[in-house]
């Protein structure tokens, strides 16, 4: 297995657990908004009206997350694609193998990322 096919299975594998984790993200936000239109709508007095709102909200901001790790992960694999993966889009060097294979959609080099 060359570098690159092993970054495309890299990325294909994280794009899967991301792609699971906000299929079960998207259940979660499901159930909180069932569970609230099931819940007292007075959540003024309502001592878990705003526990509900909480844990919506929660859920909401990792679906966020989530689908910005999936965009990471499909421009890594377009950057496969263009021959471009794997170069630091500050200084043009290299980035370590060592770390692609930490962080595989890593968009600059380590000495770029501790610049920022």
């Known amino acids: 297995m060359t ?27 499901g159930s909180s908004i ?5 819940a007292n709508a007075d959540d003024e007095h ?4 705003a526990t509900i709102a909480y844990e919506r909200q929660l859920v909401a901001a990792h679906i966020e997350g989530a689908e910005e790790q999936l ?20 200084c043009g060097q290299a980035i370590a193998p060592a770390r692609l294979a930490a ?7 380590i000495s770029c990322a501790q610049a920022r």
Request: glycine share 12%.
């Open 3 to 29: 570098g690159s096919d092993g970054a495309r299975a890299a990325l294909a594998a994280e794009r899967e657990l991301v792609l699971a984790r906000l299929a079960g993200l998207r259940r979660d936000l």
């Open 34 to 38: 069932d569970a609230a239109a099931a």
């Open 46 to 49: 309502d001592p878990e009206g």
């Open 71 to 90: 965009g990471q992960v499909d421009a890594a694999l377009a950057r496969l694609d263009a021959g471009s993966y794997g170069i630091c889009a500050g």
């Open 103 to 109: 962080r595989p959609t890593a968009t600059t080099c």
